[in-house]
């Protein structure tokens, strides 16, 4: 399918809607010191819509909390005896980045990954670097989004494609404010293809496939309505809360754990499974590539972890050790750079069950062998663009590390 370029433009928030205030709102990072804290957490993450979930690990959440739910909040911890910091949200948190900011911005190779960009500039650099290597590198759709925006996929290989080879899939940013997804992927695609002639035996043997924004219609919100937005942009007629947790979506277990129902939580896993046209995007090359696709990745943010199916129960996958001891290895690569080191494990075991996720249907129900979910670093959704390169350098070591071991397969 040849890629259609949507010449978006930039809409000012102005236009047609307010930017949503994050004004008095706190950041609770709550340590579970006991077991009850750590179950009503999960009961809150359910059940509440007035509290964002950030993070919610079995020995820690971290939380943001409108100022009218606060003194209630308190009160439930301090029953519950819960260990907890506050920290207010910093000057850049919650504001959308301007369109003025977006217009400096520098077009060329070398600066993109000083800063954040919009749909349109991730589009201009993907493109730009299929037109710098032609040869390996073909721009395809992986599908369209809820509101018509392209989902554009990467595919890496060398001789064209006239070999059936293997395929090494990493996908980025189904969840809107996971910002540090889409250049890291994008930074392992560049320096690939600075560097192809490393790459000659594994791509003999493996096409790359790279999709660095699963949710484009959630990010564009981001940038311009609401720093914090995680869903898709899914409107549902008569109905004011909008979207579809896209990471909630897929089918195996849909709905069984750890996903709501409700319209206006941040973890509604839509009226079926498979609902939404990004997580049908994503089906449709996983299942009619099964046989070939050897190492799924779905990459997000934060909390530097590695999970391995599964996720909708804490029993342990057929194949845990090989799983778990990939991601040691690349784990290891990533902490050469500068010692970043991350936790592996079941998200069920390491987080909380739930069910929907990409990395449990694609181990699950096509059989791919290595099927992960990535956390990224960072302390919050809005990590510092400083940051961009070196997580972008230290993950690129881990990415390589889990390619290499599709030829085991
Ligand atoms: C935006 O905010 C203004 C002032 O608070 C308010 O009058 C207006 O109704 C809001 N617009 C929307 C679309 O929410
Ligand atoms: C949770 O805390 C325990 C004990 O301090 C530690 O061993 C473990 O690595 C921590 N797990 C995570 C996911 O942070
Ligand atoms: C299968 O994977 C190839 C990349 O190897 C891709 O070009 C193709 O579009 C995929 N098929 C479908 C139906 O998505
Ligand atoms: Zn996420």
Redesign the pocket.
């Known amino acids: ?1 040849r890629l259609n370029l949507m010449l978006l433009i930039c809409v000012g928030v102005t236009v047609s809607q307010n930017v949503t205030s994050y004004h008095g709102f706190k950041k609770y990072i709550i340590d579970h010191t006991n077991e009850n804290i750590y179950k009503y957490m999960i009961e809150l993450q359910m059940t509440s819509t007035n509290i964002d979930f950030w993070l919610l690990s079995k020995n820690q959440s971290i939380v943001s909390v409108s100022p009218e739910v606060q003194a209630v909040f308190e009160d439930r911890l301090g029953a519950l005896e819960a260990p907890y910091d506050i920290e207010p949200f910093s000057d850049n948190e919650g504001v959308c980045e301007s369109d003025s900011e977006y217009r400096r911005s520098t077009r060329q190779t070398s600066g993109f990954f000083k800063r954040f960009h919009r749909y349109s500039g991730i589009l201009d650099y993907i493109y730009a670097i299929a037109a710098s290597y032609p040869k390996y590198v ?1 721009i ?1 759709s ?1 599908g369209y989004s809820n509101e018509g925006r392209v989902i554009p ?1 990467i ?1 890496i ?1 060398i001789n064209g494609n006239h070999r059936e ?1 293997k ?1 090494a899939y990493i996908q980025g940013g189904a969840h809107g404010r996971e910002w540090i997804c889409t250049p890291t992927i994008l930074y392992t695609v560049s320096e690939i293809l600075a560097n192809i002639h490393a790459f000659r035996s594994i791509l003999q043997n493996t ?1 790359l ?1 790279f999709v660095p924004l699963v949710n484009p219609d959630g990010y564009e919100y981001t940038h311009t309505v609401d720093r914090f937005w995680r869903k898709n942009r899914h409107r549902f007629p008569g109905r004011q809360c909008v979207g579809v947790d896209i990471n909630r979506n897929f089918g195996l277990y849909w709905g069984s754990r750890g996903s709501s129902n409700n319209h206006c939580s941040e973890i509604f896993n839509g009226l079926t499974p498979f609902s939404e046209p990004e997580t049908q995007a994503v089906r ?2 996983l ?3 099964r046989s ?2 050897k190492l799924v990745l779905d990459v997000h943010s934060f909390g530097k972890f590695f999970f391995y199916p599964y996720g909708y129960t804490k029993a342990s996958p057929p194949t845990k050790h090989l799983l778990h001891t990939v991601a040691q290895r690349a784990s290891n690569a990533i902490s050469n750079y500068r010692g970043t080191r991350y936790t592996i494990g079941s998200s069920s075991n390491l987080l909380y069950e739930a069910s929907g996720g990409l990395d449990d249907w694609a181990y699950g129900s096509l059989g791919i062998p290595l099927s992960y979910t990535v956390e990224l670093p960072g302390n919050g959704f809005s990590v510092p663009s400083h940051e961009i390169l070196h997580i972008g350098r230290e993950t690129y070591a881990g990415f390589i590390e889990f390619i290499r071991h599709v030829t085991l397969f």
Do not use: A, H, P, Q
Request: no cysteine; hydrophobic share 30%; net charge positive.
């Open positions: 399918m073909k395809e992986l996929g595919s290989s080879r395929i096409r496939y449709t090359f299942e009619k590539n070939r696709v």
